[in-house]
């Protein structure tokens, strides 16, 4: 399993922000699509966001539009999620995910997931 390690998450007040960082190996980086999901107790898995390897291609789910925005920067083989604006719905454990295309990642069909980084936001 090649790791994907996510980091940044935290206890934020609502409306605050946080920004999520997910790093990779070079070897996958470069030209996989990363996206971001997230899990809540008691409730299924949610995409996020997607971004392709290019970033010319960029998907959010409904919930987080306008407020969430992904972005990478291949020569640091990291990939972002800014999240400001935050609510209490927000409040989940988050996972990175890879994989070829931003259609296998969206479908949670790709190769990778990291192990998740926890984000609460209080109301």
């Known amino acids: 399993q090649v790791p994907l390690v996510e980091s940044g998450g935290g206890l934020v007040q609502e409306g605050g922000s946080l920004r999520l960082s997910c790093a990779a190996p070079?070897?996958?980086?470069?030209?996989?699509?990363m996206g971001w999901f997230r899990q809540a107790p008691g409730k299924e898995r949610e995409f996020v966001a997607v971004?392709?390897?290019?970033?010319?291609?960029?998907f959010y789910g409904d919930s987080v539009k306008g407020r969430f925005t992904i972005s990478r920067v291949n020569a640091e083989n990291t990939v972002y999620l800014q999240m400001d604006d935050l609510k209490p719905e927000d409040t989940a454990v988050y996972y990175c995910?890879?994989?070829?295309?931003?259609?296998?990642?969206?479908?949670?069909?790709?190769?990778?997931w990291g192990q998740g980084t926890q984000v609460t936001v209080s109301s």
């Open positions: 995910h890879s994989g070829r295309t931003t259609d296998i990642v969206q479908s949670a069909k790709g190769e990778y």
């Open positions: 070079r070897r996958i980086f470069g030209t996989y699509a």
């Open positions: 971004i392709s390897w290019s970033s010319t291609i960029i």
